[in-house]
């Protein structure tokens, strides 16, 4: 338990330095470290606080371990993580969205916010789940491999 020294005024549990009550990130749920502004971070899907050395880092975006990377809705329509196509939808993601501008990034966040829940949803109705594969996965990858083969998207 962080203890303050002085009316007001606690230490980061992290580097150590003294924090106004104001300053304080809050408390890492993994592992209750109180943590300023600076050692706390955010997972970009639920919000909840972590520390640097829980939060998961995937292009200075952070994740908790439930929330960690992964493609959802590809995984979803496919039924299984462990495929080709994956690797193109994580390129994309990781060389052009969040190396791009804030617009990747958001695109990105955006898509972690919301794509969990639909990835359950697609589990549950097998026939909405083919639409999405057909009309709107298949599609993408397709143009993703068009523009990787002709140097575009890499």
Do not use: W
Not at 4 to 16: H, I, K, L, W
Not at 132 to 138: A, D, E, P
Not at 142 to 149: F, P
Request: charged content about 20%.
């Amino acid at each position: 338990m962080v203890m303050p020294v002085e009316r007001g005024q606690f230490f980061c549990e992290m580097c150590g330095k003294p924090i106004e009550r104001e300053d304080i990130s809050g408390r890492c749920i993994v592992c209750g470290k109180v943590l300023c502004k600076q050692c706390g971070v955010n997972c970009a899907t639920c919000g909840k606080i972590l520390c640097r050395l829980h939060g998961k880092e995937s292009k200075g975006v952070f994740y908790c371990e439930e929330h960690k990377p992964g493609c959802f809705i590809v995984t979803a329509v496919y039924g299984t993580s462990d495929m080709a196509h994956l690797s193109l939808f994580y390129n994309f993601r990781d060389n052009i969205l969040l190396n791009s501008h804030r617009g990747g990034r958001k695109i990105v966040e955006i898509y972690y916010q919301i794509s969990p829940s639909f990835a359950n949803f697609l589990r549950k109705h097998e026939a909405i789940r083919n639409m999405t594969r057909y009309l709107i996965i298949n599609p993408i990858y397709h143009i993703l491999k068009l523009l990787t083969c002709s140097g575009r998207a890499s």
